[in-house]
């Protein structure tokens, strides 16, 4: 759900020569009503001019959500699934090859990249798990899983253990050598069980719900490969399987099938005919918790998003081609918790909880979508971030947190991102298999003009939220401007650079405080909770702070010529006469001085200044803004 504010902008200074005293803060990414920011900001993508070879030999372009950043990390052909190790390098599975690559950061220049295990059978997923002291790696293979064991910093694979055996792939005599999804994916959870997705070999088949092991279903094992057995089914392509932070919940993405028959017998003439135009959205790819022995319905059931609740819980459809007599029941089958446009292909799956993440996103999931092959209209190429609702225990709705590999205009595809993991820094990196390429999202609060002020209705930067833009304006709870409160309650708020907010008690006045750039926690605490009156001001302020690093008391001044003294009541920042830190914006010059009367002084151009009272012995009792 989007809040969009239409505030009546007016343009007024809150400091001016009167100066009221502030709070300090710290600074965090914002978020529209109820959501952080989709991608909106189309960001022309950071390549080194050592990587900028196709298709980066032309400009490219990426949406990203306000104050994020991305840029080219590595180039690595054919780049499937990653892992950060936990002294903070990075592995990439690269099936074509046989490898797995390790990838760690060279300072300024580009990552060192080398080979960490080679001659494996199309290596695919990589998890990290540690059971007591040992810490271990399992990839998998097409045929079996291994596992190393890992010390920090190892650049190559030791100790190997083949834990599980005989999984069925295109070497499978009965498949004769054709096995359409035989890459495997896996994950660990915190009993030590390791789940192993066996995918189906086919579009839609009868074989692979017969077949030993079946297929189109998920394997559970203890982490050493022992005691095998059926964990969930009817699943005919699980890609991204991770579990809930601080659970034993174990979700997947899953790619549903393709050219399905329209399976209504109806007026319309269409029962049994593939339709183009329904194949395009339909059945929907799959987002969904998966229950020790569940059946989520393929070959024989699809999920159907055309009822009202749309792609939330959906029911299911008999499939024409395995189903049409209702010889198996659909009733039966465990309900898809949240669908995803049909041919979208998600393929990692990501949870952003307790990761460095920035905190506004990091109650959620993302999810890579490789991108369709036969719609009518290509749909895909992005990675989507689902919100978690941790009241309700589900996902809120998707939105677009990278887009673009797609340029819809010309429908060129350019990259197919498939996995998402984050750095030890807090960056999303994107492994891309098209143009071989990993990525780097990154928050940047300084190279964004697009931040917003946001409230939160609890304390911690959590509860429902409401942003505002950092241009002049003033917003009242009695004219529907502030939306966010119950019962006019605010409790924490973040401002970004260069801002300042007065809040007030009532729409009159009352009593106020003003923060400048941070985050504050329980910032209605000496208002008495109450909270009515929100006013933004102008970016562009002179601003001082009582403590170094732009800390502490603060207080602002506009960037108009000005003459500002302690002893006039002006300086109403300075505890004991102390200023420790200033910024200046561009354009404008500050001259400080000890006294009002002069004494010594120092001038300061555009640009931050720590410490700028060392040698005026942190005395300071007149600022002139030239």
């Known amino acids: 759900m989007m809040f969009a504010l239409k505030p009546t902008q007016i343009l007024r200074r809150i400091i001016s020569a009167s100066l009221v005293s502030f709070l300090s803060l710290e600074v965090v990414p914002t978020a529209a009503f109820g959501n952080p ?4 900001v189309e960001t ?19 949406k990203v959500p306000p104050n994020f950043s991305i840029s080219v990390y590595a180039r690595i052909k054919q780049a499937r699934f990653m892992a950060v190790a936990p002294n903070g390098d990075l592995l990439v599975s690269q099936p074509s090859t046989g490898k797995v690559l390790i990838v760690r950061p060279n300072g300024s220049k580009d990552p060192i990249i080398s080979d960490f295990v080679t001659g494996l059978r199309k290596p695919h997923d990589i998890v990290f798990h540690k059971i007591g002291d040992t810490t271990y790696i399992y990839i998998s293979e097409t045929h079996q899983i291994n596992r190393f064991i890992y010390n920090s910093g190892d650049l190559i694979a030791k100790n190997r253990q083949i834990v599980v055996i005989g999984l069925p792939d295109s070497s499978t005599s009965e498949l004769k050598g054709s096995y359409g999804h035989e890459l495997k994916n896996i994950a660990l959870d915190s009993n030590h069980k390791l789940y192993v997705s066996i995918a189906s070999t086919c579009n839609a088949c009868l074989e692979d719900t017969v077949s030993y ?26 890609e991204g399987l991770a579990f809930l932070p601080g659970t034993n919940d174990l979700w997947v993405v899953v790619n549903n099938r393709d050219n399905i028959a329209y399976p209504f017998n109806d007026s319309s003439g269409n029962y049994g005919k593939i339709i183009p135009s329904y194949v395009d959205n339909h ?17 024989f059931c699809n999920p159907n998003p055309d009822t009202p609740t749309g792609l939330n819980n959906m029911p299911f459809d008999r499939d024409y081609q395995f189903n049409a007599d209702g010889r198996v029941n659909c009733n039966a089958m465990d309900r898809i918790d949240k ?6 292909a998600p393929l990692g799956l990501t949870f952003l909880q307790n990761t460095q993440f920035p905190s506004l996103y990091a109650s959620g999931a993302v999810t890579g979508l490789h991108g369709s092959w036969n719609r009518q209209k290509k749909t895909g190429y992005k990675i989507a971030y689902f919100p978690w609702n941790s009241t309700t225990k589900s996902l809120g709705e998707e939105m677009d947190l990278v887009n673009g590999w797609l340029v819809p205009e010309t429908q060129e595809v350019w990259g197919r991102p498939v996995d998402m993991v984050v750095d030890q820094q807090g960056n999303l990196l994107i492994s891309d298999d098209y143009s071989g390429t990993i990525y780097k999202l990154s928050y940047n609060l300084s190279s964004t003009p697009s931040e917003q002020v946001k409230v939160y209705s609890d304390p911690n930067f959590t509860g429902v939220s409401q942003s505002f ?8 709870a009695n004219q529907g401007d502030l939306k966010v409160v119950g019962n006019d309650a605010i409790s924490s708020l ?7 907010v007065r809040v007030c008690q009532h729409e009159t006045g009352g009593r106020c405080r003003e923060f400048s750039a941070g985050d504050y926690n329980s910032v209605g605490a000496d208002l008495d909770n109450i909270i009515s009156f929100i006013e933004v001001n102008p970016s562009v302020q002179v601003k001082v702070y009582s403590e170094p690093n732009f800390a502490g008391v603060s207080q602002s001044f506009p960037t108009s010529p000005g003459v500002y003294k302690a002893n006039q009541g002006d300086l109403k920042v300075v505890g004991n006469d102390a200023i420790s830190s200033l910024s200046v914006p561009p354009g404008t010059v500050v001259r400080v001085c000890q ?3 002069g004494g010594r002084c120092r001038e300061f151009s555009g640009g931050d200044y720590k410490s700028l009272g060392a040698d005026l012995d942190n005395i300071i009792s007149f600022i002139e803004v030239k």
Do not use: C
């Open 37 to 40: 920011p989709p991608a909106s």
């Open 44 to 62: 022309n993508l950071k390549v080194p001019s050592t990587m900028s070879y196709e298709p980066f030999n032309t400009n490219r372009y990426l």
């Open 213 to 238: 092991p079946k297929r189109g279903a998920i394997y559970v094992y203890d982490a050493d490969g022992t005691n095998q057995r059926l964990f969930a089914e009817g699943l005919r392509n699980a």
């Open 283 to 299: 059945p929907p790819e799959e987002f969904t918790k998966v229950r020790d022995g569940g059946n989520y319905g393929w070959p």
């Open 339 to 344: 669908g995803i446009q049909a041919h979208s």
């Open 469 to 476: 833009p950092t241009s002049p304006g003033v917003y009242k």
């Open 494 to 500: 973040s401002v970004p650079p260069g801002t300042v």
């Open 595 to 597: 006294h009002e009367t």
